[in-house]
Nanobody
Framework: QLQLVESGGGLVQPGGSLRLSCAAS????????IGWFRQAPGKEREGVSC????????EYADSVKGRFTISKDNVQNTVYLQMNSLKPEDTAVYYC?????????????????????WGQGTQVTVSS
């Protein structure tokens, strides 16, 4: 059974850092692009960052460029989101999603509707 499990969320002060993990089971990340999304109370889910199946292509939302870094470990079948210089407005539930990548194609997308599989989410709270 295909499953994504997020971890690494928590409470951090403004300016602090967290590293989120998205562990995949039941399938290989070699054939999927992975995206990180977040949803704050009362707001729609929004794309934060994504990485192609091969790991060479990435995309970031303007709000996190220069602060967040996405990476992929194919051996561990895990995608990471390193979040630095966190701000209160980064507070949200963070989700990872997977979208199938056809052979020889490069897929990076921050569009929520294009993702097929989702994890359960992990809470990130940035507050003093």
């Amino acid at each position: 059974q295909l499953q994504l499990v997020e971890s690494g969320g928590g409470l951090v002060q403004p300016g602090g850092s967290l590293r989120l993990s998205c562990a995949a089971s039941g399938f290989s990340l070699d054939h999927y692009a992975i995206g990180w999304f977040r949803q704050a109370p009362g707001k729609e889910r929004e794309g934060v960052s994504c990485i192609s199946s091969g790991g060479a292509n990435t995309e970031y939302a303007d709000s996190v460029k220069g602060r967040f870094t996405i990476s992929k470990d194919n051996v561990q079948n895990t995608v990471y989101l390193q979040m630095n210089s966190l701000k209160p407005e980064d507070t949200a539930v963070y989700y990872c999603g997977a979208v199938t990548t056809p052979p020889l194609e490069i897929v990076t997308t921050l569009k929520v509707y294009e993702y097929e599989y989702w994890g359960q989410g992990t809470q990130v709270t940035v507050s003093s």
